[in-house]
């Protein structure tokens, strides 16, 4: 599969929550939302992602933001190429997909003093 053009929006809970108002009907606070207009061969998509949540969900794990953002962006992204987190057994595959390529960002995988 080619990569084509993937979005990235950093953007408030409250922008999210109306995004996910508007286009999806929910009424739930989420950490990212994924577009996907990929076709066969490539891959297309607009991914928001709340700040606000990448930062709780960071405190929540003991990670690091950039940690946190990395894998919420890499979640969007597995979307795209046909992952999915309906049932607790597509969950565990997600975050275990997730995992696998955090690694390729080298990004630590524990909190750091200045995330407290």
Same mark, same amino acid.
């Given at each position: 599969m080619n990569? #084509?053009?993937i979005h990235i929006?950093? =953007?408030s809970d409250e #922008?999210?929550?109306? =995004?996910?108002?508007?286009?999806?009907n929910h009424d739930d606070y989420t950490d990212v939302i994924t577009f996907d207009?990929?076709?066969q061969n490539t891959i297309h998509c607009d991914i928001a992602v709340s700040t606000d949540r990448v930062s709780e969900n960071a405190h929540n794990e003991g990670v690091s933001i950039e940690n946190e953002l990395? $894998?919420?962006?890499?979640? #969007?992204i597995l979307h795209c190429v046909g992952?999915?987190?309906?049932?607790? #057994?597509?969950? $565990? =595959?997600? $975050?275990s997909k997730e995992n696998e390529l955090l690694k390729l960002f080298h990004v630590e995988q524990k909190s750091t003093p200045s995330d407290v």
């Open positions: 990569v #084509g053009e929006s950093l =953007i #922008g999210l929550l109306e =995004i996910s108002k508007k286009h999806l207009y990929s076709t990395a $894998r919420v962006m890499i979640h #969007g992952f999915n987190d309906k049932t607790e #057994g597509d969950k $565990r =595959i997600m $975050r």
